[in-house]
């Protein structure tokens, strides 16, 4: 079975400050990785994954993720925040060949002014 | 884009009586899912759904819970007698393929309050 670990769940931060959410994951099998993001009143939405190749992913909108497979992590990071970015953040990770996500708890993050 | 769509977006229940979730998945689009999230807890995966059978489901879907395709696109999940901690969000998602490879499309799920 696999697990996913999201350390913080809640994240405060000024905009154009950077941030870091961090996440672990913990599995007996290969898996792919995905963050999820949850915009108020919305439903999930992918914001970028991993399957193989460079273990630095980026998204459209500057977010970025590194795999690390000897930490077992998948930690986000954005170096400049947007008011637009506050939301929900979920970590998620799905077994090779397997259809069913495996989520965090979530991040929320705040931007403040 | 297209997108999943849900309804309602809210449904308030007394307990013991049955309750349909309604989703419409993205139209091209061969595998469908139901996930929950209890207020204050992770988002749980509860069935997957593929050519019209069940592929996967999950130890919290027992046999009060069960889907439908009834139509070409409509899918549903139904909860048979329900109880106050079937009290969550219930996210429905679709995706093209199996979905390391293609993400599954969630839509924005229904509230579902058992009195």
């Known amino acids: 079975a696999q697990s996913v670990t999201q350390l913080d769940s809640q994240v405060p931060v000024f905009e154009e400050a950077p941030v870091e959410l961090r996440c672990n994951y913990s599995?007996?099998?290969?898996?792919?990785l995905f963050w999820y993001v949850q915009y108020p009143n919305q439903g999930l939405q992918l914001l970028l994954k991993?399957?193989?190749?460079?273990?630095l992913v980026e998204s459209i909108n500057g977010f970025e993720a590194e795999f690390n497979k000897s930490q077992t992590s998948f930690h986000l990071r954005k170096p400049s925040v947007h008011i637009s970015d506050t939301a929900e953040y979920f970590c998620?990770?799905?077994?090779?060949?397997?259809?069913?996500?495996?989520f965090g708890g979530g991040t929320r993050v705040l931007v403040k002014p | 884009e297209p997108e999943v769509t849900q309804t309602p977006s809210h449904q308030v229940t007394q307990m013991g009586q049955e309750v349909i979730l309604r989703c419409v998945p993205i139209s091209n689009h061969l595998y469908f899912y139901w996930y929950r999230q209890i207020l204050g807890q992770k988002v749980e995966f509860l069935v997957s759904?593929?050519?019209?059978?069940?592929?996967?489901k999950s130890e919290i879907f027992d046999d009060q819970f069960s889907v439908e395709r009834p139509d070409g696109s409509n899918f549903t999940l139904k909860i048979r007698s329900t109880k106050l901690e079937d009290s969550a969000m219930y996210f429905c998602?679709?995706?093209?393929?199996?979905?390391?490879?293609?993400?599954?499309?969630f839509g924005d799920g229904t509230r579902l309050s058992i009195l």
């Open positions: 991993y399957l193989s190749g460079s273990t």
């Open positions: 759904f593929y050519n019209n059978e069940i592929s996967e």
């Open positions: 599995s007996s099998v290969s898996v792919y």
């Open positions: 998620a990770v799905i077994k090779a060949a397997g259809n069913k996500l495996t």
């Open positions: 998602a679709s995706s093209e393929g199996i979905s390391y490879n293609q993400p599954q499309h």
